[in-house]
Structure formats: C-alpha cells, structure tokens
C-alpha cells in the first residue's frame, strides 16, 4: 500500500513468533518473573525455547530484562510499557478469538 501500513504489518509475525510467545506474555502481565519461575508456570517448555523466546521479546521492546546484584545474582522479566500496551490490544483479540470459536474450529484445530 501507498501509506506504509504494508511495512508496519511486516512486523507482526515477528511479535507471534513460536508457540509460547503469547503465553509468556500473559503470565509477565500478571507480575515479573524469574525465568525459573516461567518455566514452572509454562510446563513443558524447554529452558532453551523459554530463554529464545524471552530474547525475541527483548528485541521487539515488548519485555525488559532486569539484572539485580544482591547476595546473588537474580534476572527477572517484565513487560515494557509498549509490551502493556500491547496486551491490550492482545486481550481483545483473545475475546475475540472466544467470542468466534465455533467458526474457528471450523478451519483449525483449537483443541491444543
């Protein structure tokens, strides 16, 4: 398109990249975490896929890193404020996807 909007859509695959993209972000909305700490709460993903994930997000500006020095060393995640304006726009595609369901399941498996 003539204004740009195709370019700013070329971004958005890379803030849904992976399957645990989505699910880290709701689980920073509630509080920061430690990456132990999101890997309990995920289950099944591996501490590599955990710390891939968490970069990319790191590099869309959507979650900052902390780094605190006490008697060790501890590193927690939270949302940015463009990563909390982000969940808000990301809630409402979740109602959407609730409120839509039915005809989604129609052409893909919702079930996982």
Known sequence: MKNGFDAHLAVT???FIGKWTVR???LLKERPYRHAQLRRRLGAISQRMLTRTLRNLESTGLVSREVTQSRSVTV???LTKLGR???VAANSVCR???RNRTGLR???DLSK
């Open 106 to 108: 129609a052409t893909i």
């Open 85 to 87: 304006s982000f969940m």
């Open 96 to 98: 959407w996807i609730v």
């Open 76 to 78: 927690s995640y939270s």
């Open 24 to 26: 880290v972000l709701f």
């Open 13 to 15: 695959p890379t803030l």
